[in-house]
């Protein structure tokens, strides 16, 4: 019982530096999210992907891009990494069924650091 | 916009007595409500959710919460606290009728007193 997937668990990279975080789900979900963890922050939408081949701005866009690769795949990169991008980043996934109060199931995170 | 704010970043309680954690909604329509749990270095899992059916939603662990729409409040009450309940605690807003984002507090952390 895979649920959501997400790699890597740790990353540090240096300021301008791009990386990629993965994430598969294996429930046959429709939705997609990347969200991030700061202290005092609670858990803020980055992207959000309701279906395989669209995505949607969540409320702190800036500095990512995804891709939904197909239904599994929904991938988050940071194109030059800056210090304010230090953060847990965790990855979701739900039915996305509307008219039904989804549940959202949450990937383990991934611990990234950019000094 | 729809948002949730959750009242107190962190409450402390005695193991055994109640524990009620507040979140007040802002949404133009009728919202859908989650909780959230998170135990350390995990990811966040589902302890209830109301969607328009009971207004008083029954979760795991003993947990529940009242809709109460006079008040755009969705509190979450234990009668009994455990050690294991410590942890962060999230409400969560959904807005069915636009689409199937949902919108986090910024937590709770739930402290218990031996």
């Known amino acids: 019982n895979a649920g959501v997937t997400q790699t890597p668990k740790f990353q540090v990279l240096k300021t301008g530096q791009s990386m990629t975080l993965q994430c598969a789900q294996d429930?046959?979900?429709?939705?997609m999210y990347w969200y991030r963890q700061d202290p005092g922050m609670g858990l803020r939408l980055i992207y959000y992907?309701?279906?395989?081949?669209?995505?949607d701005k969540g409320e702190v866009p800036n500095g990512y891009n995804v891709s939904r690769l197909n239904k599994r795949e929904f991938s988050l990169r940071l194109e030059s990494a800056a210090p304010s991008q230090t953060s847990v980043y965790f990855c979701a996934s739900s039915e996305g069924r509307r008219g039904i109060g989804n549940t959202i199931y949450f990937g383990e995170g991934s611990w990234l650091t950019v000094v | 916009a729809q948002s949730v704010t959750q009242l107190g970043s962190h409450v402390s309680v005695s193991e055994g007595a109640l524990v009620l954690l507040r979140c007040n909604y802002s949404?133009?329509?009728?919202?859908?409500l989650f909780w959230y749990v998170q135990y350390p270095n995990q990811g966040l899992q589902l302890l209830l959710k109301y969607t328009s059916a009971a207004t008083l939603v029954k979760g795991i662990n003993g947990f529940e919460a009242e809709f109460k729409k006079s008040e755009t409040s969705f509190h979450l009450t234990k009668p009994s606290a455990h050690m294991s309940d410590a942890a962060e605690y999230f409400c969560?807003?959904?807005?069915?009728?636009?689409?199937?984002?949902?919108?986090f507090g910024k937590g709770t952390r739930l402290h218990i007193l031996p």
């Open positions: 992907s309701a279906s395989e081949g669209t995505t």
């Open positions: 969560a807003v959904s807005d069915w009728q636009r689409d199937d984002k949902i919108i």
């Open positions: 949404s133009s329509v009728p919202p859908y």
């Open positions: 429930m046959n979900h429709n939705s």
